[in-house]
T-cell receptor, first 115, second 113 residues
Framework: GNSVTQMEGPVTLSEEAFLTINCTYT??????LFWYVQYPGEGLQLLLK?????DKGSNKGFEATYRKETTSFHLEKGSVQVSDSAVYFC??????????????FGQGTILTVHP | DARVTQTPRDKVTEMGQEVTMRCQPI?????VFWYRQTMMQGLELLAY????????DSGMPKDRFSAEMPDATLATLKIQPSEPRDSAVYFC???????????FGDGTRLSIL
């Protein structure tokens, strides 16, 4: 079955530091890949997505590239802010016709950014 | 912006009581998902619906949980009887197909005493 593995957290950084959160996946076919972010007390929000190999998703300074050869979708940001402190989830969606967008999530990575 | 709406936002009740959680999906979204989030287990998919028909509820304890979609604008998740181990945040999400993201509500924070 499908699975998503994220780097172990929590991750603690100083403001303006470079961020990488690793994500690798196992899936059949060609899944769509997503990064979601969850702020305290809120639901998950889509951060970015990529639907085919070599696509780069980007939003709010965050980027991730769909790498089929390494089955990875690592999240990066060049300069983090305190407001980026949140939990980040990597997820994949089956490309199969009967899954209708069912997501497989990683375990989440807690990011804390200090001033 | 269109949003998924969940009610109640918070619920505290005693063990053995019935709990009903409601979700209004985004208009036009025909797939609805119920998740449970805990510190120990993370995010778990409980059940999901497509065009109001249940597709998969294998993640749900069948003896006490039930999920329904009485109409296209309302999904419900019921627990009867509730137990302390059901304490968690329950999220509803809606979507359209596998290439489009799911949109999540803000969750129902459930505490069973």
């Amino acid at each position: 079955g499908n699975s998503v593995t994220q780097m172990e957290g929590p991750v603690t950084l100083s403001e303006e530091a470079f961020l990488t959160i690793n994500c690798t996946y196992t899936a059949t076919g060609y899944p769509s890949l997503f990064w979601y972010v969850q702020y305290p007390g809120e639901g998950l929000q889509l951060l970015l997505k990529a639907t085919k190999a070599d696509d780069k998703g980007s939003n709010k300074g965050f980027e991730a590239t769909y790498r089929k050869e390494t089955t990875s979708f690592h999240l990066e940001k060049g300069s983090v802010q305190v407001s980026d402190s949140a939990v980040y989830f990597c997820a994949l969606s089956d490309a199969g016709g009967t899954s209708y967008g069912k997501l497989t999530f990683g375990q989440g990575t807690i990011l804390t950014v200090h001033p | 912006d269109a949003r998924v709406t969940q009610t109640p936002r918070d619920k505290v009740t005693e063990m053995g009581q019935e709990v009903t959680m409601r979700c209004q999906p985004i208009l036009g979204h025909n797939t609805v998902f119920w998740y449970r989030q805990t510190m120990m287990q993370g995010l778990e998919l409980l059940a999901y619906f497509r065009n109001r028909a249940p597709l998969d509820d294998s993640g749900m304890p069948k003896d006490r949980f039930s999920a329904e979609m009485p109409d296209a604008t309302l999904a419900t998740l019921k627990i009867q009887p509730s137990e302390p181990r059901d304490s968690a945040v329950y999220f509803c999400a809606s979507g359209t197909n596998s290439n489009q993201p799911q949109h999540f509500g803000d969750g129902t924070r459930l505490s069973i005493l």
